[in-house]
């Protein structure tokens, strides 16, 4: 049974950090690629960075290029999210996603995802 389990959310203030966790079961970690998207109330679900399963390669989008970081730990089957300097644009419902295919211009979508987590919120205060 596949299970993509989220945690660490909460309330933080601006300016802070997070870190956010995702333990993956019934999938080969170390042979898949991951990715973390997020949803705010009343927008669309939006992308915020992916790994691939080789090399280390990773993608982010723009909005968090420097602040975000997307590390994986094969041996635990867990995926992170490391979020710093935390503004309140960053309040939304995150979730982690197993990628079925990768996209070469970082642009990545839900048609680029086979599994997803449930979520854990994430809310940045003023």
């Known amino acids: 049974q596949v299970r993509l389990a989220e945690s660490g959310g909460g309330l933080v203030q601006a300016g802070g950090s997070l870190r956010l966790s995702c333990a993956v079961s019934?999938?080969?970690?170390?042979?898949?690629?991951l990715a973390w998207f997020r949803q705010a109330p009343g927008k669309e679900r939006e992308f915020v960075a992916a790994i691939a399963h080789y090399g280390g390669q990773s993608w982010d989008h723009d909005s968090v290029k420097g602040r975000f970081t997307i590390p994986k730990d094969n041996g635990k089957n867990i995926l992170y999210l490391h979020m710093h300097r935390l503004t309140p644009e960053a309040t939304a419902q995150y979730s982690c996603?197993?990628?079925?295919?990768?996209?070469?211009?970082?642009?990545?979508?839900?048609?680029?995802?086979?599994?997803w987590g449930l979520g854990t919120q994430v809310t940045v205060s003023a």
């Open positions: 996603a197993n990628l079925s295919t990768y996209s070469e211009s970082g642009n990545f979508g839900t048609p680029n995802v086979r599994y």
């Open positions: 019934g999938l080969p970690f170390s042979s898949i690629g």
